[in-house]
Each structure stands twice: as structure tokens, then as C-alpha cells.
């Protein structure tokens, strides 16, 4: 486009001072073949010198402009037969024109490498960990483009070293408390085990008790390795969902009935509602109801006797919303932010000595949440805290029977 768009123009400038059409060929075959040597010659230097600075080509790429047209001007100056005198101008011409335009490249050149150096030091930056920032502001437009580039993805590797710290902070807190709740019960397995088979305990009633503390302790145990292992699947992302229709009615009475045992063993009234009626959710079925069961048994663990759990579902939007208010008094705000996070136990009234689980609960309900494409967040509400579990409602036309 632009040999096609320079022909044209010579042949317009030609018809403008009244050139012979012939002679106007003539020149432009001679300028056009001059100026094609130098490019060429340019070009094979610029290949020669790939590897070195960007100063260097910027000046090479200039160069090969400017004796390119040179070379151009000079070869249809000489067919037209000029007096010695007149080429001698010409030359003293071109060789003034291309000393400017090489003192332009070395000024573009140096202009490049200052740029360049400024995206050197970003890279340098991001590979010691820190954060890119500047080395655009004078750059031109690609460099620029490339600088913001980096900042962006130096951001989000800020963003992810942060996340890995976080989660190697929470690994080894998961590994405290999981060495203690395994450890106490081993214990006191062991005692009782030894006890009996010493014979230091004979009586019936004792060795009834024992045997019963013994199976709740094993129990606790498995459950304690099932929450491991799921909350391992759900961080090497190979947790499975099995979809299925549901209904949302279904699965707050299963939760409801479940928890409900253990509410009337604590003294702690349950309650729910359901706000009108709400379609079935494409959901897996266990892994939702355990949600649910997890948020029940955390909001009874830290609601004292005579206080209150309910659980209320409904639509809000495009989502089903289930969520469970307790009367645990409220968290503190400080952590209200690490509540989901891996082995989180908070202030004492969440010790390990009032805590029946890992402390893996909360944090294995975000991971099923999130996996369904939903949200899982905790508020501070009246006399205690309320979670709220939001999941995708089906798209229009979709549903258990379509």
C-alpha cells in the first residue's frame, strides 16, 4: 500500500510540474532502484546486528532511511546529466540532510534504550519479588503497552504470593491443631485400653463406660480424617460434584432434623422458616446438606443453653439464600475476615476444649459453596452471627424436568 500510494504521488507531482511522462518513469525508476540497494544493504546490516543493543538498530533502521533516499535522490541526479557544480550541491545536500537524520536516530536510540532499561528494571523488580511499578511514563506506545502488562501480572503475583503465604500460615496452624485433636483422644484411648487390660478396671459399669468412650472417641477420630480428606479434595480442586435436581425444602428439613439431637442435648432451641416458594436447584445433594449441617453444628457448638438457632431459606434475585443466625454473642470484628479460613478456631469460647471438630468445618463449606459457582459470608447480627449461603438459581427454562 505505501509503494502503491508513493507511485501514485510521484506520477501526480510529475503531472503538476509538467513533466514528460517518460522522463517522470525514468526517474523514478532510477530513484526507486538507488533507494532499493541502500534498503537492501540495511536491512542485511540490521539482520547482522539482531542481537545487539536497541540503540544500535534504532540507528541502523534511521540510517537506512535516510541513505535510502539518498541514494535515491543521487542515482536520478546523475541521469539527468547535471553539471558538476549543481550534483556537488546535491550531495553537500543529502550528506547535511542525513547527518541531522543520523543525530535524530541516535537521539530515538537512546530514547529506546532508556526505555527499555526502565522495563529491565520492572522484570528485575518481579523477580525479586517486589512490585512493578513506573517505567512508562516516557516510554513509547508498545513499550508502554508491555510495561503496563507487567504491572498487571506483577499484581497478580503479589496477589498470589499472598495467598500462598496465607495458605502455608493456615497449613501449619492446620497441623497444630489437627497433632492436638489427634493426640488427646489417642490418649485417652490408650489409658483406657491399658487400664482394661491391666484389669485395673473390673466392674461392669466402668468397663460398659469405657468401652462407650472408647467408640465416641474412635468416631471422632473418622470424622476428623473425612473433613482431611475432603477439604484436601476440595484444595487440589478434585472435588466432584454429582448435580442433581433438589428441592431446597427438602434439604433445610433433612438439616434441620439432623442437627436436632444434638440442640435438645445442648438445650438450644431450633427453628426454621422457608420465604414462599422456591424452585428446585441443580445442586449435589450431600455435599450441600453437609453445608448445611456443618453451619447448624457450628452455630449450636457456640450458642449457650436456652439460646436460639434458625435457619431461614428463600430467593433473593437469581439465587437461593439459606441462611443461620446463632446467639454465640457475635465474632469479633478483627476476625470476622478468617472465620472460613483452614483451621480457624478464633477466641477461646472456639478452643479446641469446647470445639468437637478440626475446626475444618467452616472452611470445607466455602470450598462446596464455591464449587457450586455460589458465595458464603458471615455478619455479626443482634445477639450473635449470622451466616448466609447463596447458590445459583436455575437459568429460565431449565428445571428437573426440562
Known amino acids: 500500500m505505501v509503494?502503491?500510494?508513493g507511485l501514485v504521488l510521484a506520477g501526480v507531482v510529475a503531472a503538476v510540474v509538467?513533466?514528460?511522462?517518460?522522463d517522470a518513469a525514468q526517474l523514478v525508476a532510477f530513484a526507486v532502484g538507488g533507494a532499493a540497494v541502500a534498503g537492501g544493504a540495511g536491512t542485511a546490516l540490521l539482520h547482522t546486528l539482531r542481537r545487539r543493543s536497541t540503540r544500535s538498530q534504532a540507528v541502523v533502521v534511521a540510517l537506512t532511511s535516510v541513505v535510502a533516499v539518498g541514494a535515491g535522490a543521487g542515482a536520478a541526479a546523475h541521469a539527468m546529466f547535471l553539471s558538476a557544480h549543481d550534483y556537488g550541491a546535491l550531495l553537500v545536500i543529502l550528506v547535511s540532510a542525513g547527518t541531522v537524520g543520523l543525530i535524530a536516530a541516535l537521539t530515538l536510540?537512546?530514547?529506546?534504550?532508556?526505555a527499555s532499561r526502565s522495563l529491565g528494571e520492572v522484570v528485575q523488580r518481579i523477580g525479586d519479588g517486589g512490585m512493578a511499578t513506573g517505567g512508562e511514563a516516557t516510554a513509547p506506545e508498545e513499550l508502554a503497552a508491555l510495561g503496563r502488562q507487567l504491572e498487571d501480572m506483577s499484581a497478580r503475583l503479589e496477589q498470589a504470593r499472598r495467598r500462598e503465604r496465607a495458605l502455608d500460615a493456615s497449613r501449619r496452624e492446620l497441623v497444630a491443631w489437627v497433632s492436638h485433636d489427634l493426640r488427646t483422644p489417642l490418649a485417652g484411648i490408650r489409658a483406657m485400653v491399658e487400664a482394661l487390660e491391666d484389669r485395673v478396671v473390673t466392674d461392669d459399669v466402668t468397663v460398659d463406660r469405657y468401652h462407650r468412650t472408647m467408640r465416641l472417641?474412635?468416631?471422632r477420630l473418622a470424622g476428623l480424617v473425612d473433613d482431611l480428606f475432603e477439604l484436601s479434595r476440595i484444595q487440589a480442586g478434585a472435588l466432584e460434584l454429582h448435580l442433581e435436581w433438589a428441592s431446597l425444602s427438602d434439604l433445610v428439613?433433612?438439616?434441620l432434623a439432623g442437627a436436632s439431637p444434638v440442640a435438645r442435648a445442648k438445650g438450644v432451641l431450633l427453628a426454621g422458616s422457608l420465604d414462599g416458594v422456591v424452585p428446585e436447584i441443580e445442586v449435589a445433594t450431600p455435599d450441600v446438606l453437609r453445608v448445611l449441617r456443618n453451619l447448624l453444628d457450628n452455630a449450636i457448638r457456640h450458642t449457650p443453653p436456652e439460646g436460639e438457632v434458625r435457619l431461614d431459606a428463600g430467593v433473593v434475585g437469581d439465587h437461593a439464600v439459606v441462611s443461620v443466625h446463632d446467639s454465640c454473642g457475635g465474632i469479633p470484628p478483627a476476625e470476622l475476615d478468617r472465620v472460613f479460613d483452614l483451621a480457624f478456631r478464633g477466641d477461646a469460647a472456639r478452643t479446641p476444649e469446647h470445639d468437637g471438630g478440626?475446626?475444618?468445618g467452616l472452611a470445607i463449606a466455602r470450598g462446596i459453596v464455591e464449587a457450586h459457582r455460589g458465595d458464603i459470608e458471615v455478619d455479626n447480627e443482634g445477639a450473635g452471627?449470622?451466616?448466609?449461603?447463596?447458590?445459583?438459581?436455575?437459568?429460565?427454562?431449565?428445571?428437573?424436568?426440562?
Open 3 to 5: 509503494a502503491a500510494a
Open 18 to 22: 509538467g513533466a514528460p511522462a517518460s
Open 109 to 114: 536510540g537512546d530514547r529506546l534504550v532508556a
Open 217 to 219: 472417641e474412635v468416631d
Open 253 to 255: 428439613s433433612d438439616a
Open 358 to 360: 478440626g475446626g475444618l
Open 385 to 402: 452471627c449470622r451466616f448466609t449461603v447463596r447458590l445459583p438459581l436455575p437459568a429460565a427454562g431449565a428445571g428437573a424436568g426440562a
